[in-house]
């Protein structure tokens, strides 16, 4: 309970109870989110957590989150995971007296039809597009599927919460009528911003950060590295697509003209290692943390000109655009801003400007505060 005063009289406010549902079975960008959201509003709103890994439990909890943890169920055992879920949340929902739900993903998404006829409101937070375009039915359909279900399922939500306008947009196409706010993803805390090094002679270090996947474009990164003098590229994170990068970069990767980092939980050292940043990305992205991160931290960047990179920067205000999927715009943009000291510092000016006026901890707190009231 809340305490509040009006016209010289105290009275208390019923915190609103809020179960977060993640059934994802690996730690990614969702569960950094819910945890970074759990520390945002905890005091403000009572919030439960579900969910199926043990570091996420214990995160949660560690923010100020009660949660309750199912057993992982990976593998083919994966759809008993939704199962059991489905079977229990009645159980929560009365225990613990829940108002709302919230939910992420996909699959989570169809919880939202059982909390509804039991009478709680739903909120269902799109992190990005329903990626139907990559995956076609008769090639993944495994993951075609989860995807399909879920386009079905916002139907059901009581709210839509969007992490950008972009994403925004693919869901009133879906159903317009549904009741949606966008709230950015946002920066817990902006130091100060990094200095834009100038020594002459200097190797220039572009990093990009993201999953391996091909749709993210990091084959154009390597490519393009190779015309630009006195660069070097850092590619981190993991994903399925790491082989086939790797295998087109052998003779970069024995010259030091590119490395892979792999996956890495703090990304802070890269951040520092870098002189610029680079998300390449062929889309469709609902609104990279990675390219916020940079952004917060004073980073230029150079960006593929996807609505939603053209959102955060102002519409090339804010990082150097290029030509999505084009090889040659990606190899310009890199020469352009590894050769031109006052280009990264003006660029790194407007980016951390950006992220310190609209991106921040404070307006979200406010946002979620009112689609829980």
């Not at 199962?83 to 169809?110: K, M, S």
Request: hydrophobic share 45%; glycine share 8%; aromatic share 6%.
């Amino acid at each position: 309970m809340l305490e509040d005063e009006k016209d010289g009289a105290k009275y208390l406010i019923k915190q609103p109870r809020v179960l977060l549902i993640d059934l994802g079975a690996h730690f990614g960008g969702v569960e950094n989110y819910l945890v970074s959201l759990t520390a945002l509003l905890t005091g403000k709103v009572e919030l439960h957590a579900l969910c199926v890994l043990p570091e996420l439990a214990r995160r949660l909890e560690a923010a100020g989150a009660k949660t309750t943890l199912l057993p992982t169920l990976g593998g083919s055992l994966k759809p008993l995971r939704f199962l059991l879920t489905a079977l229990i949340l009645p159980i929560i929902l009365l225990r613990d007296r829940i108002d709302i739900i919230q939910v992420n993903g996909f699959l989570e998404a169809t919880l939202m039809l059982e909390a509804r006829l039991l009478g709680r409101r739903a909120v269902y937070t799109r992190h990005g597009p329903f990626e139907m375009e990559l995956f076609p039915w008769y090639r993944a359909p495994l993951k075609f599927l989860p995807r399909a279900l879920a386009r079905i399922s916002v139907h059901l939500a009581t709210q839509v919460v969007c992490v950008s306008e972009t994403v925004g947009i693919g869901v009133k196409k879906i159903r317009p009528a549904v009741p949606t706010v966008v709230i950015p993803n946002w920066l817990a805390g902006q130091g100060s911003p990094q200095l834009v090094r100038c020594e002459p002679g200097r190797e220039i270090t572009i990093v990009c950060a993201s999953r391996l996947e091909r749709y993210k474009g990091i084959q154009l990164a390597i490519a393009a590295i190779r015309g630009v003098p006195g660069a070097k590229l850092v590619v981190v994170g993991d994903g399925p697509y790491r082989g086939a990068l790797e295998e087109m970069s052998t003779d970069l990767i024995a010259s030091g003209k590119v490395e892979f980092a792999g996956f890495q939980k703090n990304m802070q050292p890269y951040y520092e290692l870098a002189d610029i940043f680079c998300m390449p990305s062929l889309g469709p992205e609902g609104l990279p943390m990675s390219s916020l991160e940079a952004m917060g931290r004073g980073l230029p960047c150079i960006l593929s000109d996807l609505p939603v990179h053209r959102e955060i920067t102002d519409d090339g205000v804010g990082a150097v655009l290029f030509a999505s999927g084009d090889e040659s715009s990606l190899q310009q943009a890199m020469i352009r801003v590894a050769t031109d000291v006052a280009v990264r510092a003006k660029f790194a000016r407007e980016c951390y400007r950006i992220i310190g006026e609209r991106y921040t901890a404070e307006r979200v707190r406010v946002a979620y505060l009112k689609v829980f009231a």
